[in-house]
């Protein structure tokens, strides 16, 4: 019998672009799909495949009969609801930062590491965060060829990553400032949005205006001078990766794009590499688009690439100073590779199991 799919958080923004997913499919290895959300969603009808389904209240007994069960909720709800899944026999495919580097927990990029699926002892798969997401599918096929060893990168994270909330402040502070004289410093955009009363003592970018700005600060403060997102790259790409003591440094900043989050990377190898050489590797991975054409003004963007699935790659330079590295520029939508269409995709790869 196919095998029951499951979606926790069905009413949610990345619960809606996981079933734009679903319905864009050519097939679903899956019989029923059960979509599940807060008790406050439950009753909503949504149209899965053509058909329209009934979204259920999250209980324990939603979890019968189910064998895989995606979950795109906040953490807390993830840390709470994931055991419960697996206790009653489904696997529970994890999109929050709950389980990401729990050891008994695998996180699993499909074209790096599929073969982590099957190493769940918990009965948990985890999806990395988008912006370690965003740049996994390049860094994975160069370190197969090349061995990387030292990584340093800067991000340019869209608002959504931020969740509606970061989309709609972004809104809220574009409409201010829009045709506006901004202050009496040329592009004084706090003082616009200030006046406009928009208050910056509660917003989801660290009180800083994201409209016309770019904010240094992703995710929450951990000491040291860290931001959370910043840690997670460290840490996610190293287990993806497989390399424990992989050199890492990071600088996650917001911009004022609503989808599409891009990384700047600067990454070192063990053996030579060029940038014709790299071209290949990246012509090769089914799941990576190559725009590298500078002279003719052709490279990845978020406003080219916003909705697409794969990961565009471009800019690839060999840096002039440093041996065996290059330096190359990736976006990827943080709403589909970044968080949906990644869960999705291990959820695809355990459907075998069920045959
Ligand atoms: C962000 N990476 O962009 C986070 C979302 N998970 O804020």
């Given amino acids: 019998m196919a095998p029951t799919l499951a979606l926790v958080g069905a009413t949610g923004a990345v619960g809606t672009v996981m079933i734009d997913i679903i319905n864009g499919r050519e097939s679903v290895p899956w019989g029923e799909i059960r979509l599940i959300a807060s008790p406050r969603s439950a009753g909503k009808k949504i149209t899965v495949r053509g058909e329209e389904l009934t979204v259920i209240a999250l209980s324990p007994e939603a979890f019968d009969g189910v064998d895989v069960a995606m979950f795109d909720v906040p953490d807390e709800v993830s840390a709470e609801w994931a055991p419960i899944a697996a206790e009653r026999g489904a696997i529970a495919v994890d999109n929050s930062g709950a389980f990401r580097m729990n050891d008994e927990v695998p996180l ?31 860094l994975g096929a160069l370190h197969r060829e090349f061995g990387l060893t030292e990584l340093v990168v800067a991000s340019y994270q869209a608002a959504s990553g931020a969740g509606q909330p970061g989309i709609d402040r972004l809104q809220a502070e574009l409409a201010a400032v829009s045709g506006k004289g901004l202050g009496a ?21 660290a ?10 600060a992703a995710g929450s403060y951990k000491g040291d001078g860290w931001f959370s997102e910043e840690l997670k790259v460290r840490n996610e790409s190293r287990k993806i990766l497989g390399i424990p003591d992989l050199k890492v440094s990071a600088t996650c900043v917001r911009v004022p794009v609503v989808t599409t989050h891009s990384l700047a990377v600067h990454a070192t190898f063990a053996r030579e ?75 695809e790869q355990l459907a075998p199991e069920f045959g």
Avoid: W
């Avoid at 800083?208 to 770019?214: D, I, Q, W």
């Fill in 108 to 138: 699993v990029v499909p074209e790096v590491n599929a073969d982590k699926v099957r190493e769940r002892p918990r009965g948990i798969i985890a999806n990395p965060n988008c912006t370690t997401l965003s740049m996994m599918a390049a």
């Fill in 207 to 216: 009180g800083t205006p994201l409209a016309l700005n770019v904010v240094p």
């Fill in 273 to 347: 590499v060029t940038v014709e050489a790299a071209h290949k590797v990246f012509e090769a991975q089914p799941t990576i688009v190559l725009v590298d054409d500078p002279e003719n003004g052709r490279f990845p963007s978020p406003a080219e690439v916003v909705g697409g699935d794969p990961t565009y790659v471009g800019r690839v330079r060999q840096a002039l100073d440093f041996p065996n590295t290059l330096d190359f520029f990736v976006c990827g939508d943080n709403l589909r590779k970044g968080a949906a269409l990644n869960t999705y995709e291990i959820a």
């Fill in 185 to 205: 410093k040329a592009g004084d955009v706090r003082a616009e949005l200030e006046s406009s009363g928009l208050s910056l003592s509660d917003t989801p970018f």
